[in-house]
């Protein structure tokens, strides 16, 4: 008889001594490490394609970023890497010894997205086991391809008809009516919530590269100011940002001055990063079939794949005329397995936002990570048509999600139907930030380079009020903010909701004084009110201009904390302020112009370049630069307007 007590020991020994062997054999395989760029037949970079080397499954790979760029660390040499990009043919190259291997692909029209979600959008809602069915459809999505190419065919088709049905040009923004001057003696107190969204500038520039000026209500102040970094003091005390604050002379209104309040929010260790629950939830309705758009968002997500850590997990969420789990909560280190997702879908169907919205939070919720970085980003045109479509009632959903302690970004994409107003409504009460892509620069900018700051948030409700001493300030005026103006009794309220401050975000605002006896057109005089006290105080007396203070919330707790600053009646010259104030003031004199505001006073474009051309200071990414690059754009356009009217 055989001993079967001996014969499971000889298999445990035998697998003991076949592991050893394998793990000896791998140790003493030599390791190297591999970067190299790949590009397209016409050389252009490929972001998003996904880099691996076969045989491990996901222990060695990575994503392309934004310039077609990738580096594999200490792989094992003689390894085949695979290269596989939506759109391209899959290649294979053996690395031998190789450090720098670049890489042209070549186009598949063969291979077609395939939406995972079935035809007619049926729903793919309920329960672990359905939500792991559409993952491994997701993963098996390529070698499926011929099979479903029919149906992606018919959500295409349909995705073209309901483009073609849009009205061209049909863009939608909020009403902004520009804040006027208002007398200290009867109304001292400003207040307002900050604004870290900068995706009215993105918009603006956009248009203008495309020829076209933008419309008024496209131009919101504050986010052109805040689209670019500060140097400001880091905080070093208890509080998670310093305040700055600068007077001297107004550009546009020499006879008027100017008060700049910066913000500087303190940076994380970046080494210590707490993990992030992030859920993709992605519009695949007909109206994101545009290059710009459905295609735009899979490579901003792959960017952004790129900078997670194998810590954090991500989920992904699409909606079109209903809502579906993509990919359930996998380590973001899996990059092929969730950009197999990612690169299956297409658009096609109507748009159900509010029940994609509230499928993101759910998915969210149950993989949320405690006093970790639980978020969801939205990318979409904002154009909901089918199911909750108002954004009165969107706001409600949201307003209720927020206390749970996940927040929301938006990335809205495309033109021609774009609901700018619906989406910057949405985040502004859902503890969110907003940005417009419309380009793979702008992607990398908000998903690479300020990813931690757009992804973090270290303060929430931060709002400020501004008590002016009216012995020194006749009016004035606060430029930009006009979405964000609160009332005055709403700053000691702990229960209205306000701005988030991310990690290293700088916050800029600006207002416009009338200093006392100065004659101003922009400030009407009235009489002497008759039953009104006129005596100030002594404590009006002084040599303070005014006083500033600041309300914010830590993320772990409701009630708010309490900072005051006050700033001295001691002006600058304007040729003696920092670069940081007069960047800030080029850029709000160049959103007056845009605007048509009846508040820009002396401003023009060859003012706005000179402001800008000398405050860049240190533009490593290039952003001011650019920025002059675009107020020599605009110059062109008036120009041409000019002689087209002649």
């Given at each position: 008889m055989f001993n079967l007590k001996r014969i499971k020991r000889m298999k445990k020994t035998l697998l003991f001594v076949a592991i050893v062997m394998i793990a000896f054999v791998f140790q003493s395989v030599a390791q190297i490490s591999v970067k190299g760029k790949v590009t397209d037949k016409d050389a252009s970079p490929v972001p998003g394609v996904s880099v691996i080397v076969k045989g491990y499954d996901t222990k060695y790979g990575t994503v392309t970023d934004a310039d077609g760029n990738y580096k594999l660390d200490s792989i094992p040499q003689n390894?085949?890497?695979?290269?596989?990009?939506?759109?391209?043919?899959?290649?294979?190259?053996?690395?031998?010894?190789?450090?720098i291997i670049n890489v042209s692909l070549e186009s598949d029209e063969s291979i077609q997205a395939i939406s995972v979600i079935s035809t007619g959008y049926g729903q793919i809602r309920g329960g672990k086991r359905k939500a792991r069915k559409a993952?491994?459809?997701?993963?098996?999505?390529?070698?499926?391809?011929?099979?479903?190419?029919?149906?992606?065919?018919?959500?295409?088709?349909?995705?073209?008809?309901?483009?073609k049905s849009k009205e061209p040009n049909n863009n939608d923004y909020s009403k902004i009516i520009d804040n006027a001057f208002k007398d200290s003696k009867k109304e001292p107190l400003s207040?307002?919530?900050?604004?870290?969204?900068?995706?009215?500038?993105?918009?603006?520039?956009?248009?203008?590269?495309?020829?076209?000026?933008?419309?008024?209500?496209?131009v919101r102040i504050e986010e052109l100011i805040n689209y670019f970094d500060y140097d400001y003091q880091e905080p070093t005390g208890e509080h998670p940002f310093t305040i700055n604050t600068e007077l001297a002379s107004c550009p546009w209104n020499p006879q008027n001055k100017l008060v700049h309040i910066g913000l500087q929010g303190k940076n994380l260790d970046y080494q210590n990063l707490k993990p992030s629950?992030?859920?993709?939830?992605?519009?695949?309705?007909?109206?994101?079939?545009?290059?710009?758009?459905?295609?735009?968002?899979k490579k901003s997500m792959a960017i952004l794949l790129n900078e997670l850590s194998e810590k954090d997990k991500v989920s992904i969420v699409v909606y079109a005329g209903s809502e579906g789990l993509v990919l359930e909560a996998t380590k973001a280190s899996q990059k092929e397995k969730i950009m197999a997702a990612l690169d299956n879908l297409s658009s096609g169907g109507s748009t159900n936002g509010g029940a994609g919205i509230e499928l993101a939070y759910k998915i969210a919720e149950e993989n949320l990570i405690k006093d970790g970085n639980n978020r969801i980003v939205l990318c979409t045109d904002g154009d909901f048509n089918v199911g909750v479509t108002s954004t009165d009632e969107l706001v409600k959903i949201v307003e209720k999600k927020r206390q749970k302690g996940i927040y929301l970004t938006i990335c809205g994409y495309g033109m021609g139907n774009y609901k700018d107003g619906s989406m910057e409504e949405i985040s502004k009460n859902a503890n969110g930030n907003y940005f417009y892509i419309d380009n793979l620069q702008e992607a990398q900018k908000v998903f690479a380079k300020e990813m931690r700051a757009n992804m973090f948030t270290i303060a929430k409700d931060v709002k400020i009020q501004v008590e002016f001493n009216p012995k020194w300030v006749q009016a004035y005026r606060l430029i930009g903010y006009e979405?964000?103006?609160?009332?005055?009794?709403?700053?000691?309220?702990?229960?209205?909701?306000?701005?988030?401050?991310?990690?290293?975000?700088?916050?800029?605002?600006?207002?416009?004084?009338?200093?006392?006896?100065?004659?101003?057109?922009?400030?009407?005089?009235?009489d002497d009110l008759k039953y009104q006290q006129n005596q100030l105080s002594n404590q009006s007396q002084t040599n303070e201009l005014m006083t500033v203070k600041f309300r914010y919330k830590s993320l772990k707790k409701e009630e708010s904390v309490l900072i005051t600053q006050v700033i001295e009646n001691n002006s600058k010259n304007w040729?003696?302020?920092?670069?940081?104030?007069?960047?800030?003031?080029?850029?709000?004199?160049?959103?007056?112009?845009?605007?048509?505001?009846?508040?820009?006073?002396k401003s023009n474009y060859e003012q706005v370049?000179?402001?800008?051309?000398?405050?860049?200071?240190?533009?490593?990414?290039?952003?001011?630069?650019?920025?002059?690059?675009?107020?020599?754009?605009?110059?062109?356009?008036?120009?041409?307007?000019?002689?087209?009217?002649?």
């Open positions: 390894s085949i890497l695979l290269f596989q990009g939506a759109g391209f043919k899959n290649k294979t190259v053996v690395v031998g010894t190789q450090t993952q491994k459809e997701a993963e098996r999505a390529y070698l499926q391809a011929e099979k479903n190419m029919k149906w992606s065919q018919n959500a295409q088709k349909q995705g073209n008809h309901n483009k207040t307002f919530s900050i604004d870290v969204d900068n995706a009215s500038y993105s918009q603006v520039r956009s248009s203008i590269e495309q020829g076209e000026m933008p419309t008024a209500d496209a629950n992030l859920v993709f939830l992605i519009d695949v309705s007909g109206s994101m079939s545009d290059s710009n758009k459905l295609p735009l968002v979405n964000r103006v609160m009332a005055n009794e709403d700053f000691n309220d702990d229960k209205k909701d306000a701005g988030e401050l991310g990690a290293g975000h700088t916050v800029t605002a600006l207002y416009e004084i009338v200093p006392v006896g100065v004659k101003s057109e922009y400030f009407p005089k009235t040729e003696s302020s920092s670069d940081n104030f007069r960047f800030s003031a080029s850029v709000a004199s160049f959103g007056m112009l845009l605007r048509g505001s009846p508040y820009k006073g370049l000179s402001m800008a051309r000398s405050s860049k200071g240190k533009d490593d990414n290039g952003y001011r630069s650019n920025f002059v690059q675009l107020v020599e754009l605009v110059k062109t356009l008036e120009k041409q307007k000019n002689v087209s009217k002649e």
